[in-house]
């Protein structure tokens, strides 16, 4: 069901606007209306990388009359692979930078408030003030608790994904919903109890063009939203599985609502039954997995142990890609990229002991599990190369 919309409209649109607009004026359950609230919206997006990039554009070009976009860092080069907001000349310019260049290029009527500053504690509130809305595209876990915790205390709805590697996440929070529309928080969803060690998106990757589906979602749960049309996944979290094509959801219920007396499966606890991967923000994983199947984590060595495992006979195995190896690898050791791993541990099995490396651990970790599921003696080289050349 729709929920009221979060803004009054304008009282009118600009000549230009509305004929910039024109294939949303005719738009039927938007039309005109909705897309003077669309004007009279402000969003705050959180990060202009990956998933802050194709919203910073869509909600551009969807005429959303102010956007604040919070990010500290700079434009690298491998950013480009996914961060389409970004240009090679923007390479070591502030990313802010870019949303007003773009949003400017695309709809001179949406201001757009660049806020060069990194997310704290101390300011999250501060930064978030004021916005109707908020989208979190940030990278780091402690990042967006600081975003959830500020959303719940000023009570404004939080548009919140995730992606890493093939897989992504999107749904929405609010501690202060509509009445008779029970509250979901990210706490609900992500015990902070329980999060666990997080992989960062340089230790395992990101497909690009999935950064472009997913901000497409949270765009559109923000335009749904604002204008009051369609049903936001307030309660649900939708799952992507881009290498499968599939999508599904998964029912979300705050930890503290109680469930129906029927006994009818209206929603889920989240701390009793999350998505798959639901133990890291950054990692969604298989939709058809529980957390009790996950398997167990592979024993680590230190880097100090590596040379005493090699006398004894153990295998070195780099699950690095091919460009990454190229920078120079452990000597003797052996070269094949976790891709072909996962699809063929079985392979590996005949090794007396093997220890996986990979730049920072991650990927050797679920290298190793796949070969301890396959019967190999499979252990992991703690910290990779990064640590492994820090020794």
């Known amino acids: 069901m729709p929920l009221p919309p979060l803004v009054e409209p ?97 709809s001179p009527e949406t201001t757009v408030r660049p806020v060069r500053r990194r997310l704290t504690t101390q300011n999250a509130e501060e930064l978030l003030a004021g916005a109707d809305l908020v989208i979190d595209g940030s990278d780091t876990f402690e990042t967006r608790a600081l975003v959830a915790s500020a959303c719940e205390r000023l009570g404004v709805p939080l548009v919140w994904g995730v992606v890493q590697e093939f897989a992504a996440q999107v749904t929405v929070f609010w501690s202060d919903p509509p009445a008779d529309v029970a509250p979901v928080v990210l706490g609900d969803l992500y015990p902070p109890e329980e999060v666990g060690e997080l992989p960062s998106c340089a230790a395992v990757g990101v497909l690009g063009a999935l950064c472009l589906q997913v901000g497409s979602v949270l765009a559109m749960e923000a335009i749904k939203l604002v204008a009051g049309i369609g049903d936001p996944l307030l309660g649900r979290v939708l799952l992507i599985d881009a290498l499968r094509g599939r999508m599904s959801e998964v029912p979300l219920r705050g930890r503290g609502t109680v469930p129906p007396a029927d006994g009818s499966a209206t929603g889920v606890t989240a701390g009793a039954q999350r998505p798959a991967g639901s133990r890291g923000a950054a990692g969604p994983g298989r ?29 070195v195995l780099d699950v690095r890609e091919a460009a990454e190896v190229a920078t120079g690898m452990i000597p003797g050791a052996r070269h094949t990229p976790l891709g072909e791993v996962l699809a063929r541990p079985h392979e590996f099995a005949a090794d007396d002991r093997i220890v996986v490396v990979c730049q920072a651990g991650m990927r050797a970790a679920r290298a190793a599990a796949a070969l301890r599921a396959a019967g190999a003696d499979a252990v992991v080289l703690a910290g990779g190369m990064d640590a492994w050349g820090a020794r």
């Open 10 to 106: 304008v009282a009118e649109l600009r000549p230009v606007e509305a004929a910039r607009t024109a294939r949303h004026l005719v738009l039927a359950g938007l039309g005109e209306l909705g897309q003077r609230r669309l004007a009279a919206a402000h969003i705050a997006v959180v990060g202009a990388g990956g998933l802050g990039s194709p919203v910073v554009l869509a909600l551009a070009a969807a005429g959303i009359g102010t956007l604040t976009v919070i990010d500290d860092d700079v434009v690298e080069l491998s950013n480009l692979q996914r961060q389409v907001l970004h240009r090679i000349v923007d390479v070591g310019a502030p990313k802010a930078d870019s949303a007003v260049r773009v949003a400017a290029e695309l």
């Open 287 to 315: 939709e058809d997995a529980t957390p009790a199947s996950a398997p167990a984590v592979p024993p680590h060595i230190a880097p100090a142990a590596l040379a005493a495992e090699v006398d004894a006979g153990a295998v």
